[in-house]
């Protein structure tokens, strides 16, 4: 189960990124975080950028919404998403993991 920590203006929770992948996917829940594949390398934050816009677009946010707060040179990460309205990014997320939030 991935722990969500709402927070002022938003929510935040641990991503696990595979950079180097063969295709970009959000596979769903793993040890706790949400794990997604990138293309991207993990040098000199292309994984970090690719990370935090196919994130967005999965939520249907503007990527200025979405910031990497930890984990920046880590495999595992703290995002943050700054949004109006937690409830319609926790249902999002729960879409994303197959309905198992």
């Not at 929510?11 to 063969?22: A, Q």
């Not at 946010?61 to 910031?67: C, D, M, T, V, Y």
């Not at 249902?91 to 994303?96: D, F, Q, S």
């Amino acid at each position: 189960m991935i722990l969500i920590r709402r927070e002022s203006g938003g929510l935040s929770f641990e991503v696990t990124v595979l950079p180097r992948s063969s295709r970009v996917a959000i596979e769903g829940e793993f040890d706790g975080t949400l794990r997604v594949r990138l293309t991207a390398p993990p040098v000199e934050g292309s994984a970090n950028k690719q990370c935090t816009a196919v994130l967005a677009k999965a939520f249907g946010i503007p990527k200025s919404a979405l910031e990497v707060v930890s984990g920046n040179s880590s495999r595992r990460k703290r995002v943050r998403i700054l949004h109006e309205d937690v409830s319609a990014i926790e249902e999002e997320l729960a879409v994303l993991l197959g309905g198992s939030l």
